[in-house]
């Protein structure tokens, strides 16, 4: 079977990182902020490729996601000093989240551009 127009089929290099918040639903707001003023460092981290914090339909849901080279790229940046220097600031205040972040980590098998 012939893969779809532009779509790449097989072993990718993409990975990509969520980590799943559960924020007090009355203090969303107060989440993004903490987000928009906090510096990740990610810039300086070689086999980066994007960010985003996505707020869900559910309330008080959001997942912070990164897309990275390779999984060597993302572990690498658990280990690098930008990874220290960015959670050192991004303590967030008492009672904001419900719950522990919960982290899931995934490989693109098929990826597909415009």
């Given at each position: 079977m012939?893969?779809?127009?532009?779509?790449?089929?097989?072993?990718?290099?993409?990975?990509?990182?969520?980590?799943?918040?559960?924020?007090?639903?009355?203090?969303?707001?107060?989440?993004?902020?903490?987000?928009?003023?906090?510096?990740?460092?990610?810039?300086?981290?070689?086999?980066?490729?994007h960010?985003?914090?996505?707020?869900?339909?559910?309330?008080?849901?959001?997942?912070?996601?990164?897309?990275?080279?390779?999984?060597?790229?993302?572990?690498?940046?658990?280990?690098?000093?930008?990874?220290?220097?960015?959670h050192?600031?991004?303590?967030?205040?008492?009672?904001?989240?419900?719950?522990?972040?919960?982290?899931?980590?995934?490989?693109?098998?098929?990826?597909?551009d415009?």
């Open positions: 012939k893969p779809a127009h532009g779509a790449i089929v097989g072993p990718m290099a993409t990975f990509i990182a969520m980590n799943h918040f559960q924020v007090n639903p009355e203090r969303g707001a107060e989440f993004e902020e903490h987000w928009r003023k906090r510096e990740t460092y990610l810039h300086e981290v070689p086999g980066f490729r960010f985003a914090l996505l707020r869900g339909d559910e309330p008080g849901s959001y997942v912070s996601h990164s897309t990275w080279a390779s999984r060597d790229a993302f572990e690498g940046w658990t280990r690098s000093e930008a990874f220290r220097k960015a050192a600031q991004a303590r967030t205040p008492e009672g904001l989240l419900t719950g522990h972040p919960r982290l899931q980590t995934f490989e693109a098998v098929i990826e597909q415009v």
